[in-house]
């Protein structure tokens, strides 16, 4: 007897019928943000009790007309993502240049903790920590249509996000 299930593969809505000759896959194609409410139709429903990511603290220093950041790696290490990235997102936040010596990141301005720390939340909370379940195990993505994607490894949720650099 025929007995059905809709799941999704490769970009496909499918229908899974199971006859007595085999299974038989139905498929129909979905555009993006069909796509998109199907993925989040199937995410696992998470409780709040895992959420125990900090975002951390950046240890800065104002040192003459430079703000010194001194635990560039140890953030990088827990957004799982570059060093350069996390430069990029303040160059265009903070409109001063930024390098990069080693362990220590130099901004071109005085920025005072709360300001930088304020940025850094922000950047942890739009690009690094997911939004569904507050996890900080993302990645960036790219979707075969060219828009940029949060994907959590945790949880399977995809979001867009905007003006990624
Ligand atoms: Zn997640």
Not at 50 to 63: C, E, G, R, T
Not at 79 to 98: D, G, N, Q, V
Not at 138 to 144: G, I
Request: hydrophobic share 35%; proline share 4%.
């Amino acid at each position: 007897m025929p007995e059905s299930l809709r799941f999704l593969t490769r970009g496909r809505l499918c229908k899974r019928i199971y006859t007595k000759h085999g299974i038989l896959y139905l498929g129909v194609y979905l555009g993006y943000d069909e796509l998109l409410d199907r993925a989040f139709e199937m995410l696992p429903k998470l409780s709040a009790e895992n959420v125990d990511f900090k975002i951390p603290v950046a240890d800065s220093l104002i040192q003459g007309n430079k703000t010194l950041v001194k635990n560039i790696s140890q953030m990088a290490d827990t957004a799982r993502r570059s060093k350069e990235e996390i430069a990029r997102y303040l160059t265009k936040e903070i409109a001063a240049p930024i390098s990069i010596d080693g362990q220590t990141l130099s901004i071109g301005a005085k920025i005072q903790p709360g300001e930088l720390n304020e940025k850094i939340k922000r950047y942890f909370e739009t690009y690094i920590v997911c939004k569904e379940c507050h996890k900080p195990d993302t990645k960036v993505a790219e979707t075969q249509r060219g828009y940029v994607v949060i994907v959590c490894e945790a949880c399977g949720a995809i979001y867009t996000v905007k003006n990624y650099q």
